[in-house]
């Protein structure tokens, strides 16, 4: 059962142009909800988070959107350049009551691969 | 500050066989987190340890297995390698335990033949 549905599972943009991409959740208990990127050969980095209480969130040419009722949360990419081509992964943080007092667990989306070209 | 060091980079095994990947976090962080990438799962958790201790568990059979030392360095164990066991094994440091801000590592690329 996948927890966070992520797309599109590719994107091609032009450079200058508005890259976005989505995901959606089911279970409420998430609480934190942080943006990877990943280049070819390298682990995914943290690029940018949210928490459930703010609805849109910026940092430099990146803002997540996120509509707590629709429970989305959305990436965009604003002035997409070609370094930005990489693979983008959404994920959702809940507690894990089994493992007891502050044992959280993230769940990733599958991924976005997003090609900037010039 | 040196990042999330993972040895070895590159790894190829046969089936049956048992390999032992190792990492060493962020000087200062405490937790170390070990997750599997496929193309086709994507990024799924496998367990986190806190000072020494496993704190959380993903959905993976007992062939998985990990442990911690004092250092906060961390190894993880897969006995008998199956061919579905091929993926990118990542490692994720944070300071405190898996709430708080993850810094990945580059990986060990695992290869069962």
């Known amino acids: 059962q996948q927890q966070v549905k992520q797309s599109p599972q590719s994107l091609i943009v032009q450079k200058g142009g508005i890259s976005i991409i989505n995901c959606a959740y089911e279970?409420?208990?998430?609480?934190?909800f942080p943006w990877y990127q990943q280049f070819p050969g390298k682990g995914p980095a943290l690029l940018i988070a949210?928490?459930?209480?703010?609805s849109e969130k910026k940092e430099g040419r990146f803002t997540i959107s996120f509509n707590k009722s629709a429970k989305q949360f959305s990436l965009h990419i604003m002035d997409s350049q070609p370094g930005d081509s990489a693979t983008y992964f959404c994920?959702?943080?809940?507690?894990?009551?089994?493992?007891?007092?502050?044992?959280?667990?993230?769940?990733f989306g599958k991924g976005t691969k997003l090609s900037v070209i010039p | 500050k040196a990042g999330v060091t993972q040895t070895p980079r590159y790894l190829i095994k046969t089936r049956g066989q048992q390999v032992t990947l190792s990492c060493s976090p962020i000087s200062g962080h405490r937790s170390v987190s070990w997750y599997q990438q496929t193309p086709g799962q994507g990024l799924q958790f496998l367990f986190e340890?806190?000072?020494?201790?496993?704190?959380n568990k993903g959905n993976f059979p007992g062939r998985f297995s990990g442990r911690q030392f004092s250092n906060s360095r961390s190894e993880m164990n897969v006995s008998t390698l199956e061919l579905g066991d091929s993926a990118l094994y990542l490692c994720a440091s944070s300071l405190g335990l898996q709430g708080s801000e993850q810094y990945f590592g580059p990986g060990t690329r695992l290869t069962v033949t």
């Open positions: 994920a959702a943080r809940k507690r894990d009551e089994r493992s007891g007092a502050g044992s959280y667990q993230l769940t």
């Open positions: 949210i928490r459930p209480d703010v």
């Open positions: 340890y806190f000072s020494e201790t496993q704190r």
């Open positions: 279970n409420t208990a998430f609480d934190y």
